[in-house]
C-alpha cells in the first residue's frame, strides 16, 4: 500500500514537470504589431494595458511617466532584472520583452513593455504562459512597476 501510494506521488510530480515543461515554451506572436502587443487570452493569468477598458479581467491602466523615455525603461529593466529569476529576451529602445520565472515551480511569465515614441505613457502586457490563474501575480507586477516610475 505505501508503495502505491509514494508510486502515485512521484508519478504526479513527475507528470506536473512534464506539463510545467511542455507549457513554458515561448509563445507566438509576441512582440509589437503596429503599435499593439498580443492581446491577452480569455484566461485570467494576463493583464494588458491595451485590453479593452470594459474587461475588468485583463485591463490595467496604462502607466504615465514624466522623465525622459529611455531613463523610463532602463528603471523598469533595473526593477526587473533586480527581481531575480528574469532575464531580457528582446530589448530596443521603446520595447522589452522579460522572461520572469518563479523560483518554487519554474513558471515563466513574459512581460513586454512598450513605451511609444509620441508619448509618456508605457504599456505592459505580463502573461503566465502555464495554468489557468496566476493568482494576481502580473496584476501585482504591473501596479509595482507603476509604483516605481511615480513620483
Known amino acids: 500500500m ?8 512521484v508519478a504526479l510530480v513527475i ?4 506539463y510545467v515543461s511542455i507549457g513554458n515554451k515561448l509563445p507566438e506572436g509576441l512582440g509589437l504589431t503596429d503599435g499593439f502587443l498580443k492581446a491577452c487570452p480569455s484566461s485570467p493569468n494576463c493583464v494588458s494595458t491595451q485590453a479593452s477598458e470594459d474587461d475588468e479581467v485583463h485591463y490595467a491602466e496604462p502607466i504615465i511617466y514624466t ?19 528574469t532575464r531580457i529576451i528582446a530589448s530596443t529602445l521603446g520595447y522589452v520583452h522579460f522572461e ?52
Do not use: C
Open 2 to 9: 505505501v508503495r502505491w501510494i509514494i508510486g502515485l506521488v
Open 15 to 18: 507528470g506536473f514537470g512534464i
Open 67 to 85: 522623465s525622459d523615455r529611455k531613463s523610463a525603461q532602463l528603471a523598469i529593466e533595473s526593477y526587473l532584472l533586480g527581481q531575480g529569476s
Open 100 to 151: 520572469v520565472k518563479s523560483s518554487l515551480i519554474g513558471y515563466v511569465d513574459d512581460v513586454e513593455v512598450y513605451l511609444p515614441d509620441a508619448d509618456s505613457v508605457i504599456h505592459v502586457r505580463s502573461a503566465s504562459r502555464v495554468g489557468y490563474s496566476d493568482f494576481g501575480v502580473n496584476r501585482d507586477r504591473v501596479r509595482q512597476m507603476k509604483e516605481l516610475l511615480v513620483d
